[in-house]
């Protein structure tokens, strides 16, 4: 089993910067997919961005493209998600997510991906 660990979130105004820190204990990640989910109440859970295992491939949601930028660093066992350009709408709790079947295909569906933080709170007031 796998344990994320989110930190780095809070509150920032419009413009500004955050960057989410996913640490991961219990196993290395090295050979899993990694990912950034976000959910606001009374909405579902929606992705945001995702990385293959070895950092050599990307993927993200076109609300967040050209804004966010997603790494990883598979010594560290971590994963990072760079957040610039905040709006308002980006307000939401994250959550970070692990796919612990090694070397899967990268996707954005939750259903592909089995281990779960529990989520921080980004705010950004409008």
């Known amino acids: 089993q796998v344990q994320l660990v989110e930190s780095g979130g809070g509150l920032v105004q419009a413009g500004g910067s955050l960057r989410l820190s996913c640490a991961a204990s219990?196993?290395?990640?090295?050979?899993?997919?990694m990912g950034w989910f976000r959910q606001v109440p009374g909405k579902e859970r929606e992705f945001v961005a995702a990385?293959?295992?070895?950092?050599?491939?990307?993927y993200y949601a076109d609300s967040v493209k050209g804004r966010f930028i997603i790494s990883r660093d598979n010594g560290k066992n971590t994963v990072y998600l760079q957040m610039n350009s905040l709006k308002p709408e980006d307000t939401a709790v994250y959550y970070c997510?692990?796919?612990?079947?090694?070397?899967?295909?990268?996707?954005?569906?939750?259903?592909?991906?089995?281990?779960w933080g529990q989520g921080i709170q980004v705010t950004v007031p409008s």
């Open positions: 997510a692990a796919d612990t079947i090694p070397y899967h295909g990268l996707e954005d569906s939750s259903d592909q991906y089995d281990s």
């Open positions: 219990g196993r290395t990640v090295n050979k899993y997919n």
């Open positions: 990385i293959r295992w070895d950092g050599g491939r990307t």
